[in-house]
Structure formats: structure tokens, C-alpha cells
């Protein structure tokens, strides 16, 4: 199996950003660039602790690193293709050079017809490809978590054509809050969503006034989501890093069962 070097540069380009990308994460969560402020309610039964950053969140840099490698794992795959049609005329550039593509059916409704079989120009001449590509669609796929995956690739190709990804950030994934202070019965509620300045990270329940030396250590790790149409568990976000890895893993399915056609 050779896999065509144009696909593994791709491939490569898109690790190369997606490392930027997380780097750019880590790099704020191990500065944590915020303040915690705590506030008691007025009968002292809970504690309140929100979050105040000093210096705005990197989305537009993440949005950009995001874009770059979400268009180079949908590159891959026409680059693949591209490298299926000169194999298979022998000519290069091959026939319909300017309009082949791997065709994806994001809709879920709609099936492998000729409008996405005309991206693959004479190669849908070629039954054997023919029905590898259509195998190769999202409604043929396992979903990963409720998500279909090269559906999600395409939708967020197509938007990074026009804007910026619009990335979210979110907690509390591998935050940790330590209880300091006299043991009391409490509990303990997290809050989940997007995370803004201001925002409420963290609330501590007594079963009776806490006492003035109970507190909270927060030690924050954000999350990136992003969103994208719903998935099939109802959400419109999804773990940037969970999913751009599922993402990778389904291109380079495609990509080695597409590769013996090469």
C-alpha cells in the first residue's frame, strides 16, 4: 500500500495544526491567566466562585489553527480521489480534473445520488470505486457518539470558507475543586457551558451556614467545543480535540480503503 505523497503531506500538515492547536490550549491553562473571586449568599449556606480572566481567550487563533486543519483532512480525501483518476485514465491532469472531489452526503435524508456521483466525473464508471466511495458516506458509517463524523468534516469545511470556526470555550473537564476549611456536610455542583468572564464555575452547598473558614481552591482546565448541526443525541457541540481525532481516524479509513485503487 503506497499511499500518495500529496494525501500524506495533507495528512501531515493537518497534525502539524492540530499540535498548534492543542499547544495554544495548554499554554493557557498551565498560566491560568484568570482570578476566582467567592461570594456567600446572604444566610452563608452556599459559596459562589466565578471567574474573571485577564486577558481574552485565543478563539480567533484557534479558530484559524481549527480551519486549517479541518480543510486539510477534506483536502486528503480529494486529493485521493485526484490520485484515483489519474491512475485510472493515465493522463495527467485527468478528465474533469477542475471538478472531481470525494463527494460527501452530509444530509441525512438524502442518498449517494448523481448529483454526488458527478464529483466523481469518469470515475463513476468504475463500480468497484463506485460503491467504496458510497460505503465510504456518513450514513453508511458508525457513528463515533452519536456523531457522524465526515458529515461534521464537510459542514465545517464548507463554514470555514466563509468565516472564522466558531470556537466555544467550555469547562470543567479535569478541573478540580478542593474543599479547604471544617468538615461539614456539603455538596458540590459544577457548572457546565460556555465559560465567560464573569461566569459562575463553581457553587458549594452546606446543609447548615459554612463556617468562615471553609473555602474553595479551584484549579480550572478549559475545554474547546465546537459547533456544528445536531447529532443524533440531540447535541450542537462537540470536544474539539475528541472530535477532530474521530474526524482523522475516519479519513485515514477512507483513505486506506480507497488506496488500493491507486
Known amino acids: 500500500m503506497s499511499v500518495p505523497a500529496s494525501v500524506q503531506a495533507k495528512l501531515r500538515r493537518a497534525d502539524e495544526h492540530l499540535n498548534s492547536f492543542l499547544a495554544k490550549i495548554e499554554d493557557f491553562n498551565k498560566r491560568q491567566p484568570y482570578d476566582i ?53 493515465g493522463v495527467d491532469p485527468p478528465p474533469g480534473a477542475k471538478v472531481l472531489q470525494f463527494p460527501i452526503v452530509s444530509d441525512p435524508a438524502k442518498s449517494f445520488n448523481s448529483d454526488a456521483r458527478w464529483r466523481l466525473q ?25 456523531r457522524r463524523v465526515l458529515a461534521i468534516l464537510d459542514e465545517l469545511d464548507a463554514t470555514d470558507k466563509h468565516r472564522l470556526l466558531n470556537v466555544v470555550i467550555a469547562s470543567q473537564r ?6 479547604l476549611g471544617q468538615p461539614i456536610p456539603h455538596r458540590g455542583q459544577v457548572t457546565i457551558g460556555p465559560l465567560k468572564d464573569g461566569a459562575e464555575v463553581f457553587r458549594l452547598f452546606g446543609n447548615a451556614p459554612l463556617p468562615p473558614d471553609v473555602d474553595v481552591k479551584p484549579d480550572l482546565k478549559v475545554e474547546i467545543h465546537v459547533p456544528h448541526s445536531p447529532a443524533s443525541d440531540g447535541s450542537d457541540s462537540s470536544q474539539i480535540w475528541g472530535l477532530v481525532q474521530a474526524i482523522k481516524h475516519e479519513v485515514e479509513y477512507a483513505i486506506a480503503t480507497l488506496d488500493p485503487f491507486t
Open 37 to 89: 473571586t467567592r461570594k456567600r449568599n446572604a444566610d452563608q449556606t452556599e459559596l459562589a466562585v466565578t471567574v474573571h480572566f485577564h486577558e481574552p481567550f485565543p478563539v480567533e487563533d484557534l479558530g484559524l489553527m481549527l480551519g486549517d486543519a479541518i480543510h486539510c483532512l477534506r483536502s486528503a480525501l480529494d486529493h485521493m480521489i485526484y490520485a484515483i483518476a489519474i491512475k485510472q485514465s
Open 122 to 146: 469518469d470515475l463513476r464508471q468504475n463500480p468497484a470505486i463506485l460503491t467504496a466511495v458510497e460505503g465510504l458516506q456518513p450514513n453508511n458509517r458508525p457513528e463515533v457518539e452519536g
Open 174 to 179: 479535569g478541573s478540580n475543586f478542593t474543599i
